[in-house]
């Protein structure tokens, strides 16, 4: 089945600091890859997504690069802010299934002091 | 359109009481989801409709659980005789259909509380 493990956290970096949150993911298929953000007691809003290998994704100074030979999906921004704090989840979407269904990882909480 | 409408947005109730919750999809999306979000773990996936279908249904959704999109438009989601764990934020969300390769819109979760 599919699955994806993302780093544990929480991750506390000071502002301006460089961030990498790091995901793998176990697919049978050929999956689109995604990273959501979640603020406090909010949704999941779709923060950037990669629909094959070596794709970059990138949105709001974040980026994430399709990596079909290790598995892996890694967040990274070069300078976070403290509006940055909020949970991340990595995701996939195997597109065999006509569902699109999204398999998430266990999400890993960032706080960015200042 | 404003999104991805969900009601209510927490809801406390006794351990053996029904809930309903309701989610409103952006209007031209076809399809529609529910997850359910436990403390500190990733969605997980309940059920969708592709209009006013259910096509499938995770193994999470025990028979207490039941979702309705009558009219290919809102949908509902029943817990019937609720256990403490079913306390969590169910998260409904919709896409436009095939093209859901980019990603869907949240709503903002109708948080549950069993006590």
């Known amino acids: 089945g599919n699955s994806v493990t993302q780093m544990e956290g929480p991750v506390t970096l000071s502002e301006e600091a460089f961030l990498t949150i790091n995901c793998t993911y176990t697919?049978?298929?050929?999956?689109?890859l995604f990273w959501y953000v979640q603020y406090p007691g909010e949704g999941l809003q779709l923060l950037l997504k990669?629909?094959?290998?070596?794709d970059k994704g990138s949105n709001k100074g974040f980026e994430a690069t399709y990596r079909k030979e290790t598995t892996s999906f890694h967040l990274e921004k070069g300078s976070v802010q403290v509006s940055d704090s909020a949970v991340y989840f990595c995701?996939?979407?195997?597109?065999?299934?006509?569902?699109?269904?999204?398999?998430f990882g266990g999400g890993t909480r960032l706080m960015v002091k200042p | 359109d404003t999104g991805v409408s969900q009601d209510p947005r927490h809801k406390i109730t006794k351990r053996g009481q029904n809930v309903t919750f309701r989610c409103d999809p952006i209007?031209?999306?076809?399809?529609l989801y529910w997850y359910r979000q436990t403390l500190g773990q990733g969605p997980e996936f309940l059920t969708y409709?592709?209009?006013?279908?259910?096509?499938?249904k995770s193994r999470l959704l025990s028979d207490r659980f039941s979702a309705e999109r009558p009219k290919g438009s809102f949908s509902t989601l029943e817990i019937q005789r609720t256990e403490q764990g079913d306390s969590a934020m169910y998260l409904c969300?919709?896409?436009?259909?095939?093209?859901?390769?980019?990603?869907?819109?949240f709503g903002s979760g109708t948080r549950l509380t069993v006590v």
């Open positions: 969300a919709s896409s436009p259909g095939k093209k859901t390769n980019y990603g869907y819109t």
């Open positions: 697919a049978t298929g050929y999956p689109s």
């Open positions: 990669a629909t094959k290998a070596d």
């Open positions: 995701a996939l979407s195997d597109r065999r299934n006509a569902g699109n269904m999204l398999t």
């Open positions: 209007s031209e999306h076809n399809r």
């Open positions: 409709f592709q209009n006013e279908a259910q096509l499938e």
